[in-house]
């Protein structure tokens, strides 16, 4: 029995670090025991947040604008009179194509992207990087621009929804906002409810902000956390405003981003104009993390010739599973819903001959119901002779007899308890009352103790020794 309950908090603590790693909504569909038998539940799912700049094409505009070719002198950021560097296209070693904006940068020195230098002051020197995945994406994270030759005195940061045909402003950044734009600046920090959507200029990234300081940040989180709390822990909130909000959700959302540079660093209020091979831009690092927009119809994107594309399942199809499958046009297509929380409403699409389902119907394996925790399940031989014994539906089970004031802790559990109940449901219900009452007691105790999960984790299995005993079952 000991062992029994250690296994299934192994179990839990993997769900639930799988469930803290990806968010909600990842799986879009889970056989449930009801009084007719196994049955499809369906889910609002999506795919999980990713580095989305391994699938974006790059466009630098004016096309002539990378250095190298031919090849050119230009100073160094720390030296300006030191102006013996080189870039040159035809070889590797002084080559900045725009692919180093996008390489991984743990290596030293950083690998960059360079333009021209300003050789052609006082004309402006204004260059745009367009990158466009050809696929709405969601934007999770923070979007960060890393310069190694000073930050732009002006730039804008521009986003398109629809591949491209028109552009919106996203941010401005301006040593001056006033000069620069007839702005006032501000700071996300200044953003509420109401104004989350503005469109601001800030001088916090420039030059002479902070010296040392290479990025540039549009901040996603900062304005997630308007509605989820400054650690994002009430994500709930913020995906209900999600919901209800198409503005709030659209705003998050493109299929391009535009970074307009405007004005190079120049580290001082005047161009030395003895002197231009000093000011050129220079980008080693470009995050932008994000999902593929699937109208929560879909937890899985795939990356097939170059194209994204949603896995669509609820009988959607198209590239963001825009709409009804052939077949499926019984009721007009909808997106799936956050609400209510913690799995939202799938709206599936639904026959648009009620027969031809029955007839089309397969089975499925189970294991293929829940991919993540495949390691974990029981072979499917097992669960068919144990469904004829059980008659009661898993949604009579009750879900944890714990009132916790931490709403969002609680949220957490009760979509780990969910996940877990495909393996659960072969279990008598006396054990799934206990487990669900020592969950209780360890959310109990980490809140009160201010554990964070992976301390809770290894609370809970000391010195590896429940892992040992699992590995030794083979599970
Ligand atoms: C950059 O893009 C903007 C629109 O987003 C356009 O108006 C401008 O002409 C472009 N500049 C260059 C140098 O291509
Ligand atoms: C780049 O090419 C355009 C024409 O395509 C030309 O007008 C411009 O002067 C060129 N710029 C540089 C820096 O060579
Ligand atoms: C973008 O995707 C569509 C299909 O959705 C495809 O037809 C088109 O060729 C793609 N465009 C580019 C520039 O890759
Ligand atoms: C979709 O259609 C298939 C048959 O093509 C069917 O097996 C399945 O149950 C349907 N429903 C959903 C939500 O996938
Ligand atoms: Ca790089």
Not at 142 to 153: D, L
Not at 295 to 311: D, G, K, P, Q, V
Request: contains cysteine; charged residues 20%; aromatic residues 10%.
């Amino acid at each position: 029995m000991y062992l029994f309950l250690v296994l299934n908090f192994h179990t839990l603590w993997m769900t639930l670090s799988t469930a803290m790693q990806h968010g909600h909504y990842d799986v879009c569909k889970m056989q449930t025991m009801s009084d007719d038998g196994l049955i499809w539940e369906y889910m609002a799912c999506q795919p999980e947040s990713v580095d989305m700049t391994q699938y974006l094409k790059v466009k630098i505009e004016p096309p002539n604008s990378t250095c190298g070719d031919p090849p050119e002198p230009f100073c160094a950021m720390g030296n300006p009179y030191m102006c013996n560097n080189e870039c040159d296209a035809s070889t590797r070693e002084l080559a900045h194509p725009p692919e180093l904006m996008f390489d991984f940068e743990g290596r030293n020195p950083s690998t960059f992207w360079q333009s021209i230098t300003w050789k052609h002051y006082p004309s402006p020197l204004q260059i745009n990087i367009t990158l466009s995945w050809n696929k709405t994406i969601e934007l999770t994270n923070n979007i960060a621009i890393t310069f190694e030759s000073g930050r732009p005195e002006k730039m804008i940061l521009e986003k398109s929804l629809d591949y491209g045909r028109t552009w919106q402003p996203y941010q401005f950044y301006a040593a001056d906002c006033l000069d620069a734009f007839r702005m006032e600046p501000k700071s996300v920090k200044d953003l509420s409810h109401n104004t989350v959507l503005d469109i601001i200029c800030t001088e916090e990234y420039s030059t002479g902000y902070a010296a040392h300081a290479k990025t540039i940040s549009f901040e996603i989180k900062d304005r997630f956390a308007i509605f989820a709390g400054p650690r994002l822990h009430n994500m709930a909130s913020l995906y209900s405003q999600l919901d209800t909000t198409k503005n709030l959700r659209d705003f998050f959302t493109v299929t391009d981003l535009r970074i307009r540079l405007l004005k190079p660093a120049t580290g001082a209020t005047f161009v030395d104009e003895r002197n231009l091979g000093r000011y050129f831009y220079a980008i080693s690092d470009v995050k932008i993390h994000g999902r593929c927009k699937c109208n929560l119809h879909a937890n899985t994107c795939n990356f097939i010739n170059t194209r994204l594309s949603c896995e669509c399942e609820h009988n959607t199809t198209g590239q963001d599973c825009e709409r009804c499958k052939k077949n499926f046009q019984g009721q007009a297509w909808s997106p799936g819903s956050y609400l209510t929380i913690p799995k939202g409403t799938a709206n599936i699409c639904v026959a648009s001959i009620p027969s031809t389902v029955q007839d089309k119907k397969k089975k499925q394996p189970i294991t293929a119901v829940f991919p993540k925790l495949a390691h974990s399940t029981v072979p499917p031989a097992q669960v068919s002779s144990h469904k004829r014994g059980r008659r009661s539906s898993i949604h009579t089970v009750p879900r944890s007899h714990c009132v916790l004031n931490h709403h969002t802790v609680l949220t957490d559990f009760i979509s780990s308890i969910y996940n877990l109940y495909h393996f659960l449901f072969l279990l008598p219900k006396t054990y799934i009352t206990l487990i669900n009452r020592a969950v209780c007691i360890i959310v109990k105790m980490s809140n009160h103790l201010h554990l964070d999960h992976e301390t809770t984790r290894r609370y809970f299995d000391g010195n590896g020794e429940v892992s040992k005993v699992l590995k030794s079952l083979h599970i």
